[in-house]
């Protein structure tokens, strides 16, 4: 199931035509690094404006889990926005909001560059892209308090219906 899971979401996110003209964020992947504690997440633009992502740890994401009970089928609590090289990435549900822009463009090494605030505070990002999405753990629960925590933890509420953030939803 989880392999069937992982070659649909590759093949919805990384399109040859996402970086076509080199600024396209849509259908885009990408793994970060905070700059305060040099933890890691992945972070995805979904085409149509939805966005998704969740914590990276020992070789595997831990996808944001959202409440879909205010959504319509299709939609996404989160959107981005982009503007040139400038662009917007908001998740609501897990508070976090990266704002920034691409650089290196034209190169192999395309980045994303910018500050990410959540409830933890602010951190400068780095990014790079992902040709592949890496192995789906368990889900982060949205606790009551909104920080993140494992699905396994006493502290979280799962809010249901519960949607997860890495699973393309349909048009």
Same mark, same amino acid.
């Given at each position: 199931?989880?392999?069937?899971?992982?070659?649909? $979401?590759?093949?919805?996110?990384?399109?040859?035509?996402?970086?076509?003209?080199? =600024?396209?964020?849509? %259908?885009?992947?990408?793994?970060? =690094?905070?700059? =305060?504690?040099?933890?890691?997440?992945?972070?995805?633009?979904?085409?149509? %404006? @939805?966005?998704?992502?969740?914590?990276?740890?020992?070789?595997?994401?831990?996808?944001? $889990?959202?409440? =879909?009970?205010? !959504?319509?089928? %299709?939609?996404?609590?989160?959107?981005?926005?982009?503007?040139?090289?400038?662009? !917007?990435?908001?998740?609501?549900?897990?508070?976090?909001?990266? #704002?920034?822009?691409?650089?290196? /463009?034209?190169?192999?090494?395309?980045?994303?560059?910018?500050? #990410?605030?959540?409830?933890?505070?602010?951190?400068?990002? !780095?990014?790079?892209?992902?040709?592949? /999405?890496? &192995? $789906?753990?368990?889900?982060?629960?949205?606790?009551?308090?909104?920080?993140?925590?494992?699905?396994?933890? #006493? #502290? @979280?509420? /799962? &809010?249901?219906?519960? @949607?997860?953030?890495?699973?393309?939803?349909?048009?």
């Amino acid at each position: 199931m989880r392999g069937l899971l992982l070659a649909a $979401i590759g093949l919805a996110l990384v399109s040859p035509t996402a970086f076509a003209d080199g =600024t396209n964020l849509a %259908g885009s992947l990408w793994h970060c =690094t905070r700059a =305060t504690d040099q933890s890691q997440f992945v972070i995805t633009f979904y085409p149509g %404006g @939805g966005v998704g992502g969740g914590e990276f740890q020992n070789d595997e994401v831990s996808p944001y $889990i959202f409440d =879909t009970s205010r !959504t319509k089928p %299709g939609e996404w609590p989160g959107r981005w926005d982009q503007t040139g090289q400038r662009f !917007t990435w908001a998740f609501p549900d897990q508070r976090i909001r990266i #704002e920034g822009s691409l650089t290196g /463009l034209g190169q192999t090494t395309m980045r994303l560059a910018g500050t #990410e605030t959540s409830l933890a505070g602010r951190s400068a990002v !780095t990014c790079s892209a992902l040709s592949k /999405l890496p &192995k $789906i753990g368990a889900g982060l629960v949205v606790p009551r308090n909104s920080r993140f925590i494992d699905l396994d933890g #006493e #502290e @979280g509420e /799962l &809010k249901v219906p519960a @949607g997860i953030s890495l699973q393309p939803q349909e048009p």
